[in-house]
């Protein structure tokens, strides 16, 4: 029901920044009504969710990014920003954004729809 795409993610040294962006699609073409959150995952790891902003606008962002990352929405625009500042190698990850229903929540079980997933690189 909800089209996530991606994009932003490349390689970038510690101490750099990085911009992601998610772009939404709804069949009506509103995203007021929805939870949008950012999740990353590595190889061997489980997907956790990083940052996330809900149809009221609260926040929430994991302890490891609080400070250095940025959660916006753009509902006119039907996007959603992830600004990446100061990041460290433990940044690195496959970043999805996902959605769900009104209000965030903290597993990935509890989210309705999925991007494909863009991978963020960060060097030493």
């Known amino acids: 029901q909800v089209q996530l795409v991606e994009s932003g993610g490349g390689a970038v040294p510690a101490g750099g920044s990085l911009r992601l962006t998610c772009a939404a699609s709804?069949?009506?073409?509103?995203?007021?009504?929805?939870?949008l959150a950012w999740f990353r995952q590595d190889p061997g790891k489980e997907r956790k969710r990083v940052a996330s902003i809900d149809s009221d606008g609260e926040l929430y962002y994991a302890a490891t990014v609080k400070g250095r990352f940025t959660i916006s929405r753009d509902d006119e625009q039907h996007t959603m920003i992830l600004q990446m500042n100061s990041v460290q190698p433990e940044d690195t990850a496959m970043y999805f954004c996902a959605s769900k229903n009104w209000y965030c929540q903290e597993d990935v079980w509890q989210y309705l729809d999925w991007g494909q997933g863009t991978q963020v690189t960060v060097s030493a």
């Open positions: 709804t069949r009506t073409g509103a995203t007021y009504s929805l939870c």
